[in-house]
């Protein structure tokens, strides 16, 4: 058993979905600042998001750090929205991924889109954007 240094990352993969390149780099900077994450995956769609998932279900003995274990994920976005997301990623990643916590960072400032998240089963929370250290911290 590897012995975790406090220099080590709290997790190795994450993700941000967002179809905003600005607001994804700029959380990627900060999750990597922070010494958050090893790896993070950027997606602008909901779509390439839920594909890559898909592609990495699909490839047999995967190392489970390559899944991303918390999923930052906005709610408005063209197509598909976040609240989209959150159904179709519960109907792929079935009952093998039941860790994975999915973190709503949004501007929305909409009860109703509140209130939506929350029906996620793997939503544990709603953050406004941008994300900060205090809200990696606290996660």
Known sequence: MAIKKKSDPKYHSVMLIDD??????INQKMIEG??????VYTHTSVKSALEFYQNLLRV???SSDLFPKIIFLDI???????LQFLKEFDKIAGTKHQDVKIVMLSTSMNPKDIEE???????????NKPLTQAHLNNL
Do not use: Q
């Open 60 to 62: 047999e003995k995967i």
């Open 117 to 127: 998240s929350e029906k996620g089963k793997r939503v544990t929370t709603f953050l």
């Open 20 to 25: 905003s390149e600005i607001d994804n780099f």
């Open 76 to 82: 408005n976005m063209p197509f598909m929205d976040g």
């Open 34 to 39: 922070c010494g958050f994450a090893t790896h």
